[in-house]
């Protein structure tokens, strides 16, 4: 196959949100075939799996990418040889490759000798003119756009015309991709000396394509509220507040929470300690321990919060800060917090806090389970029986361990004389990491998330994450769950339910 095949085609990305409802073979090589029955010359589909169900229906060029989220590289477009291989399989014509210039496991060289070995053509991935003159340099037939904005820095809104231009100068063979969502963009790009130019979410990504048109309407019926959210998080002990605005945190506060106190007090302290500003948000979330649903809050364990039955949380709160407010449980908040510091790339998480006690929560494809849904501290299996796992687990447990073994430490003391080598303390630790592993393959049976979230003191306590991992290597690789660190602190039941309460996710997000 020669470059000149895709010679001023429209190339269709098929690449469905990941873990969405649209991510299945029937429907990526149903927009393939809808696509090429409208007029599309080419396609851009990803992974091996997709490249094959969408080869079976086509005979259009393919250009075929591999996506990986790796540890220690930021490369994510077929990283590897072997990726390589797996797409020349499947049936691609040509491979793309993230031709940045950033750490990765393999060089870009290797992988277009590996690729051009098949008989296949090679697309760069560019986010630069100095990356599209590397990748000539390394015999690549065609330079994108197509990582222009995505390697730092805020993400633009329209396509970086001006670096198809520069690439124009440097070759003939530039393909123009990345935010190109309308018929004049596309336009504008070929006439900028694109050789052909590819469109993605504005075809196939109708969850993109949808929250477009929904922001869009509020803007024009003025429903948007583009103030900040009043966003609160009761615990325990202690209760927080901040006021949030774009993910970001511009003011913040805490208040004790009364022990022995009511829901209408603790309300009432928050409401004073955030006085200063009153009338600079649009909307109120809580996130609150305990069990809540449809706005109304009650006790799962009397011991951590005294809630009376069935508190009106979101009916109370609405009249006290007067503006609209969304109620969740505290881990569910912290689940979407995280899903949303993942930057949506997941469409399954499942979020486990390890601290004095235990919680959770779970997205799943993009919308937050609310309801029991992620109570992990509750269940018995993994603990083996009658007992809550927060009771064989938790920070609580760990200390009552070394008192019962006779060293009266606190937690954070038998960590260390874990670290530190010291048996007795190290069996303890170990003890816990082994259920929290039993508890997580469960999980992954249960919800075959793309990723458990661990967080809380405790999981993120050094070598606890290790620890788990290496409870989990016997496992299968298919059973065995994908364990990372969770990235936002105390803070992420805040960032979620500010980010919930501005209605940014209407529609699905919450079930
Ligand atoms: C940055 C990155 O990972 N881009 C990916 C590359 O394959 C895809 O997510 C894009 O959808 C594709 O490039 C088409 O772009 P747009 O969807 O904006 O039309």
Redesign the pocket.
């Known amino acids: 196959m020669q470059p000149d095949i895709l010679k001023n085609s429209l190339i269709v990305?098929c690449?469905p949100v990941p873990g969405g409802p649209m991510d299945e073979p029937v429907f990526v090589a149903g927009f393939a075939m809808a696509a090429v029955a409208a007029g599309a010359s080419a396609l851009?589909i990803?992974s091996a799996r997709y490249v094959r169900a969408v080869r079976e229906k086509v005979d259009v060029p393919i250009i075929g990418?591999v996506?990986r989220d790796l540890e220690d590289s930021p490369v994510?477009?077929t990283p590897f040889i072997s990726d390589v291989q797996d797409l020349a399989d499947a049936g691609a014509d040509i491979i793309?490759i993230d031709a940045t210039d950033r750490p990765r496991p393999e060089t870009l060289a290797d992988l277009v000798v590996a690729a051009r070995a098949l008989g296949k053509l090679t697309m760069a991935?560019c986010s630069s003119l100095e990356d599209a003159r590397h990748a000539l340099d390394c015999g690549m037939d065609f330079v994108g756009t197509?990582?222009s904005g995505?390697v730092g820095g805020p993400e633009p809104d329209d396509p970086d015309i001006a670096l198809i231009t520069e690439m124009a100068r440097l070759t003939p063979y530039v393909i123009a991709?990345?935010?190109?969502?309308t018929p004049q963009q596309a336009a504008d790009a070929a006439r900028a000396g694109a050789f052909a130019v590819?469109?993605?979410?504005?075809i196939t990504?109708t969850e993109h394509t949808t929250a477009w048109f929904r922001d869009a309407l509020a803007d024009a019926y003025g429903t948007a509220d583009d103030r900040p959210v009043l966003a609160i998080d009761i615990g325990g002990t202690k209760s927080m507040a901040a006021l949030i605005s774009g993910g970001k945190v511009l003011e913040r506060t805490r208040v004790p929470t009364a022990v022995g106190g009511t829901p209408d007090g603790w309300l009432s302290a928050i409401h004073a300690a955030t006085g200063g500003w009153h009338g600079r948000y649009g909307a109120v979330g809580i996130a609150a321990t305990g069990l809540v649903e449809d706005g109304v809050w009650q006790a799962l364990n009397r011991a951590t919060l005294n809630i009376p039955d069935r508190y009106p949380l979101k009916e109370k709160a609405e009249s006290l800060f007067g503006a609209p407010a969304l109620a969740v449980n505290d881990a569910q908040a912290a689940a979407w917090g995280e899903y949303l510091a993942t930057g949506k790339t997941m469409g399954t998480i499942v979020f486990l806090t390890i601290s004095t006690g235990i919680g959770g929560g779970v997205v799943s494809k993009g919308a937050l389970m609310t309801g029991l849904a992620g109570h992990f501290g509750l269940t018995r299996s993994a603990s083996g029986g009658a007992t809550p796992f927060e009771d064989r687990v938790s920070g609580k447990f760990i200390a009552a361990e070394a008192a019962r073994l006779g060293h009266e430490e606190d937690t954070p003391a038998v960590f260390k004389a874990a670290a530190d080598g010291e048996a007795w303390a190290a069996d303890i630790v170990d003890g816990s990491a082994a259920k929290v592993a039993t508890l997580c393959g469960d999980i992954k049976l249960m919800f075959d998330p793309d990723a458990i979230v661990i967080g809380g003191g405790i999981g993120l306590a050094d070598g606890f994450l290790t620890r788990i991992s290496q409870h989990l290597a016997a496992l299968p690789p298919r059973l065995r769950p994908e364990l990372v660190s969770a990235r936002c602190g105390a803070e992420a039941g805040l960032i979620g339910v500010a980010d919930l309460a501005r209605g940014n996710n209407q529609g699905k997000c919450i079930i």
């Open positions: 990305s690449q851009r990803e990418i996506k994510r477009i793309a991935d197509t990582l995505y991709e990345g935010r190109i969502r590819t469109v993605g979410s504005a990504r």
